[in-house]
């Protein structure tokens, strides 16, 4: 760069005193013939490209100097970005690990605690409860990993849906009333919700994350007083909110607590646990749902989070109560579901989830042994498919399947939980989804809509 700059200057000097030669003289000759003159003139035209060619020098070098120094301050503020964003991601890697082997070491050593002879009822509840409850951070920790995953390769999509607001909230309430109470914290909730708000059209499942997420962290920096959530309809957006009375966060760090990876302090890190990728993907998600994320905070005090997404009202009659009652007991025994699933213990896990339905299960282990279930035994009412599989893959099983059976129900069921995902399997013919890991009263739901 410096010596293309070099010949430029060189190449405009040369250029202009070879025109200035060439015409200065030629025009000067057409109007003046009196020596003394012409001697004057000259000097006089020696001085002004001096002058000229000076100045276009200095104005061109001092440019080209604030250009050198911008991109030298462009790419040193890179620099520290990177360094700084390489010192968080090794943190990051470093307090994942802890956070990813704490709940293993509790699931591995309470399983083996199980194992033991002679375990009573009551140690077996205690033992249980923990496996579950180090299970769900497990599993909560592994989401986030694929939601910023998912995130960083722009691969997010909205699923839009009708949905009830205050049954959202509802659940949230029920799902973090427990949490509250064995912290003793008041959990409050507030709705001012219309009748002509109740259903809105939105994505539900992205809300409910980023108010799980809000909860969560109001729960984990609140040690006593109140949390309290809910939310306020205008024209276009809804405003959800949540606050609580915990550690507040100190108004320098209020413009870092949404970037990726960034905890406050490691102090805080190390004491409360967590990612740092919560607020994180809670930004990105109101970001792309066209919302807006903010938060206030006194330090000591207490913060409130808030965060808006445009909605579209849904006009719809009240439904009855009948149509909203789930029947917990089936009795399917005429029935016959055929699951194809590669993994011994996720068939065992869903043949106990379906006992009390008196349900009868074939086990295939892969999409080639699922077709010759499918040739030999007509009497398969259903298919719960697993996507990914040996020897033949769940989706080109369905594809063959439905080319023989085409009125045969199959469902997709997968740990993969993309919009992608759900959209290969609609088009490979299954005729619907559900993600894992299974849900009993989900999965009961699913079956009585196709085995009914």
């Known amino acids: ?39 004057k003139l000259q000097t006089y035209k020696g001085w002004f490209y001096v002058l000229f060619t000076g100045s276009l020098l200095f104005i061109l070098i001092k440019n080209h100097i604030s250009k050198l120094t911008k991109s030298e301050n462009n ?34 050593g309470f399983s083996e605690l199980l194992n033991k002879d002679g375990v009573d009822q009551e140690k077996v509840r205690h033992y249980t409860n923990y496996i579950i409850k180090n299970g769900k951070e497990l599993m909560a920790i592994v989401n986030n990993l694929l939601d910023i995953s998912k995130i960083e390769t722009d691969s997010v ?26 912290k003793l914290l008041d959990l409050l909730l507030e709705k001012e919700i ?22 969560s962290n109001a729960l984990k920096f609140t040690e006593k007083g109140f949390i309290k959530f809910g939310c306020h309809f205008d024209a276009q957006y809804v405003r959800f909110y949540v606050e609580d009375t915990g550690i507040g966060i100190k108004q320098s760090d209020q413009s870092l607590i949404f970037e990726r990876f ?31 994320i903010w938060v206030n905070s006194d330090y000591g005090k207490g913060s409130t ?12 009659s009240i439904k009855s109560n009948s149509d909203l009652q789930v029947v917990n007991t089936k009795d399917w025994k005429n029935y016959t579901v055929l699951v194809a699933e ?33 040739e030999t035994n007509p009497n398969i009412d259903l298919i719960l498919m697993d996507i990914k599989m040996p020897v033949l893959h769940g989706l080109d099983a369905t594809k063959a399947i439905k080319k023989m059976r085409p009125d045969l129900p199959i469902i997709a069921q997968s740990a993969f939980a993309m919009a992608t995902d ?18 009993s009263n989900d999965l009961i739901l699913l079956l009585e809509k196709y085995l009914n």
């Open 75 to 108: 790419l040193r503020l890179a620099k520290e970005k990177a360094e700084e964003f390489s010192e968080l991601k090794t943190a990051f890697i470093s307090n994942i690990s802890h956070e990813i082997r704490t709940p293993m070491n509790g699931i591995i």
């Open 262 to 292: 960034r905890q406050i302090e490691k102090g805080l890190s190390r004491q409360y646990g967590g990612t740092g990728l919560g607020l994180s993907i809670c930004s990105s998600f109101v970001e792309l749902m066209k919302g807006q």
């Open 342 to 374: 590669d993994e011994e213990s996720n068939f065992n896990f869903l043949k106990e989830l379906l006992l009390e339905t008196n349900i009868n299960l074939i086990h295939a282990t892969n999409g080639k042994e699922a077709i010759q279930f499918c």
């Open 194 to 215: 219309g009748n002509h708000q109740k259903e809105i059209f939105g994505d539900r499942t992205k809300i409910q994350q980023i108010l799980n997420n809000l909860l």
């Open 157 to 182: 999509e909205l699923t839009n849906s009708e949905f009830e607001v205050e049954e959202l909230l509802n659940d949230t309430y029920r799902n973090f009333k427990p949490l509250a109470d064995t």
């Open 1 to 39: 760069m410096k010596n293309n700059f070099a010949y430029r200057i060189v190449l405009i000097y040369i250029l202009i005193g070879f025109l200035w030669i060439l015409f200065s003289d030629k025009a000067i000759l057409l109007f003046v013939d009196n020596v003394q003159v012409l001697t």
């Open 422 to 439: 759900i959209e290969n399997a609609t088009e490979a013919g299954c005729n619907d989804y559900i993600s894992k890991p299974l849900k």
């Open 305 to 316: 989070f808030n965060f808006t997404v445009p909605y579209e009202k849904i006009q719809k």
